[in-house]
């Protein structure tokens, strides 16, 4: 075969699975951002001490504030209302001693987050907003957003509803309010220059070079071409598959063990997600 046939086939090679490859991480990245529905707001039954027990001490439901909405957050941002519960009571009071909030389904890089504080809220009146009526029920700092984590609330005393009534619980959340500068000095810039991308090309330029100097028909070109195609390929596919290192999302949640009574468990049974937040670094 001539050496221009095997040229023009290799690149041909090159630029079909680059191709498929910056398609494959645009999908990706259209998928990431569309994987949130709203919860239903159907409420919840959990016994308190058997899911196979008939007399039910706890309705647990998305409040009517709640939402699953996408939050993009540039750098920082306050009292960011993140997730709202209704919880009501029926044949018998309930006592609530720890709450536990979740942060799942991370993508990206999690050093966008310096500092994040989660304040949770009594929410007397059920409007998602913090009034002078509500009860501030603790503050808690994440130390380290790593793969779903929790921050846990210990309630002294305990939060207790009595039979047939009901309140809401309202999350906040503080993210890099304090070191906003910190958080958007970035060790990389978030939208790189457009020359930075033509070092990609590096790789398959060389293999060509080389190939020009070996002679025409020689059995190493053959060889070393689909070897500069095969390592060009995962190249891109490294710098556009992972798809995260811009930015950072997660979704607030109150995981399926977030109410307990001295360690019984009162539920939900399945997570109930709030927002998904996505941090990027301050323009």
């Known amino acids: ?29 259209l998928d990431r951002g569309n994987r949130h529905r709203i919860a239903s707001a159907t409420l919840t039954v959990v016994a308190q001490n058997s899911p196979d027990e008939s007399d039910t001490g706890l309705l647990i439901a998305p409040g009517a504030e709640n939402s699953t909405r996408l939050v993009n957050v540039a750098g920082a941002v306050q009292n960011l209302a993140a997730l709202h519960i209704l919880l009501r009571s029926t044949t018998q009071q309930v006592h609530i001693d720890r709450v536990t909030i979740g942060f799942g389904d991370q993508m990206g890089d999690t050093d966008f987050v310096d500092t994040m504080q989660t304040r ?69 810039p978030l939208h790189p220059g457009p020359l930075m991308g033509w070092w990609r090309l590096l790789l398959p330029m060389l293999g060509l ?3 020009r100097s070996l002679p025409q028909g020689s059995m190493r070109c053959y060889v070393l071409l689909p070897i500069v195609v095969v390592c060009w390929i995962l190249v891109l596919a490294g710098c556009n598959g992972g798809g995260g290192d811009d930015e950072l999302t997660f979704v607030v ?21 709030g927002v998904t937040i996505r941090l990027v670094e301050a323009s």
């Open 209 to 211: 070079l080389l190939c």
């Open 120 to 188: 949770l809220i009594e929410d007397r009146n059920a409007n998602g907003r913090q009034d002078d009526a509500d009860i501030h029920l603790g503050i808690r700092s994440v130390m380290e957003l790593e793969e779903m984590p929790t921050v846990t609330f210990d309630l002294q005393p305990p939060l207790i509803l009595q039979q047939n009534s009901e309140t809401t619980l309202l999350v906040l959340l503080d993210i890099n309010s304090v070191g906003t500068q910190a958080a958007s000095a970035r060790r990389f």
């Open 253 to 273: 949640n109150l995981p399926s063990n977030g109410l307990s009574d001295q360690g019984v468990r009162l539920g939900p049974p399945q997570a109930i997600p």
């Open 1 to 29: 075969m001539p050496y221009r046939t095997v040229t023009a086939v290799m690149l041909l090679i090159i630029l079909v699975f680059g191709g498929w490859t910056m398609v494959w991480a645009w999908q990706a990245r």
